[in-house]
């Protein structure tokens, strides 16, 4: 079952300023990208203590990324609404990527009787498709999976960029990882430029083997056969659950965002990369 997608697009207002490839390999085609991943933790501190989205939407501007991958994005919370006075009256992603990410993606995942959350894409450039599947393996566990097409300027071709959340059992990644890997068969072939990042709960990097062999993907900090970064808690990360997989890029470097003044955000630290186009570019 699908859930529902709603993609916003916005009037452009500036240059991104990024390095656009020389002269003679197309004009004008950007050649470096940043991205980041973070689970929000629906905009409230780590023990939901505190109501953070103010502060995380400040943080992530201050990053300057491209394109934001989000997990576990509030589109609608009528409780919160009316017990905090400065709630945004927009969607999170909606009030977040607001004059700074000029088209957005969400996909609500968990829909309930006062709100829905989910999945949600940031993005510079404009999003020329999206489509949200559900891969939840629990009733009381929803996942999706929210892919979505990006037109990169100067690029041939468009850039598939996929946001996941993955289930906390073994069994429950490995069935979704494998849905995530024939539906990216399909509709994003051989070497097409692909990113797919977010909160895949796997502790034990069981996926990280699937996404090279079946995508060929490198993670970012891992590369080909390495470890992916410790992202939890991040108050001092221990665990290694989140993810930034990326395919036709080089990785020039990375970065895990922990500690104050991230770790009264969310439970989760924030990951971001620096890539750039590969020797065989979409340009």
């Known amino acids: 079952m699908v859930k529902s997608v709603v993609t916003r697009r916005r009037a452009r207002h500036s240059d991104s300023g990024k390095e656009v490839a020389p002269t003679g390999a197309g004009h004008g085609a950007v050649r470096q990208l940043h991205v980041c991943t973070y689970n929000i933790h629906k905009g409230f501190s780590q023990f939901n203590t505190r109501m953070m989205v103010h502060e995380l939407r400040e943080r992530l501007r201050g990053l300057n990324p491209d394109i934001v991958f989000l997990q ?3 589109g609608l919370h009528l409780g919160h609404a009316e017990q905090h006075h400065d709630w945004p009256k927009e969607p999170q992603h909606e009030f977040l990527a607001e004059n700074v990410w000029h088209d957005t993606a969400y996909g609500g995942n968990a829909i309930y009787d006062h709100g829905h959350h989910g999945n949600a894409i940031l993005s510079r450039f404009s999003i020329l498709s999206s489509h949200n599947q559900d891969i939840s ?43 995530l890997a024939e539906r990216m068969d399909e509709i994003a072939p051989g070497d097409t430029p692909l990113i797919i990042a977010g909160d895949f709960n796997d502790w034990r990097n069981r996926a990280g083997n699937l996404i090279a062999e079946r995508l060929g993907m490198i993670e970012v900090f891992g590369g ?31 970065e895990v965002h922990f500690g104050p003044p991230w770790s009264r955000i969310s439970d989760h630290a924030a990951l971001s990369a620096h890539v750039s186009v590969g020797q065989h570019s979409p340009a």
């Open 224 to 254: 080909a056969s390495g470890r992916p970064a410790r992202s939890f808690p991040s108050t001092l990360p221990v665990l290694r659950l989140d993810r930034i997989y990326v395919r036709g890029f080089s990785i020039e470097r990375s």
């Open 72 to 74: 576990e994005v509030q």
């Open 137 to 179: 393996e629990l009733r009381f566990e929803r996942r999706g999976m929210l892919h979505c097409e990006v037109a990169v300027p100067g690029w041939d071709a468009p850039l598939h960029c996929v946001c996941i959340h993955l289930g906390l059992t073994a069994a429950a990644r490995k069935r979704q990882m494998l849905a």
